[in-house]
């Protein structure tokens, strides 16, 4: 049987409880995830694409099933790339869920055999942003009730 691979892209800017807890909860669906953080030129990032990677890793460190890659263009040709047959999103509001709709149809008509699956947040997570906490960190507040544990904000 094929290995069942999923890439779970974003930005990750940075990882937050959402992130950790939506990779968490799918894991037991696959074989292996690959957390690909998506370099995009068009869109300025807080927080450098090595400092992104390596917080990434560090939440993951003993999750054998979990990788973590960078990519740039488009996620399905990433996925073929990686031989993954799934992308991992997770669904907050129903803002994401227009967005990811059309974003995950025309996947569809582009790279059939790719499938989305989406997970729903826990609610006591679903408010939670890498927006919201990239504000709080600029504004020196403490954003570490939104952050996996092990990561250390004072960089
Ligand atoms: P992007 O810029 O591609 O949206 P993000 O890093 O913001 O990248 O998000 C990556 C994925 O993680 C998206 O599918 C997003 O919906 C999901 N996500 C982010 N925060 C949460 C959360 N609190 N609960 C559930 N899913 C989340």
């Keep these: 049987m094929n290995k069942k691979i ?3 892209p974003g930005s990750f800017d940075p990882i937050t409880k959402g992130h950790e807890n939506i990779l968490l909860r799918a894991l037991p669906l696959f074989d292996e995830v690959i957390i690909s953080i998506g370099i995009n030129h068009s ?5 450098t694409l090595e400092q992104r990677k390596k917080w990434v890793s560090e939440v993951f460190a003993n999750v054998p099933k979990v990788r973590v890659e960078t990519y740039t263009g488009l996620t399905i040709d990433f996925c073929k790339k990686m031989n993954a047959g799934f992308i991992l999103r997770g669904l907050r509001t129903s803002a994401d869920f227009e967005f990811e709709k059309a974003i ?4 569809k ?4 055999e790719i499938e989305t699956v989406f997970i729903l947040p826990v609610s006591e ?11 709080i960190i ?10 996996p544990e ?6």
Aim: aromatic letters at 10%; a positive charge; hydrophobic letters at 45%.
């Design 138 to 147: 600029r504004n020196g507040g403490n954003a570490k009730p939104f952050v």
């Design 104 to 107: 995950a149809q025309n996947n």
């Design 43 to 47: 869109k300025q990032s807080y927080f």
């Design 109 to 112: 008509v582009m790279a059939p």
């Design 6 to 8: 999923a890439i779970f």
């Design 150 to 155: 092990s990561i250390n904000l004072n960089i």
């Design 125 to 135: 997570l679903s408010a939670i942003n890498s927006t919201i906490v990239r504000d």
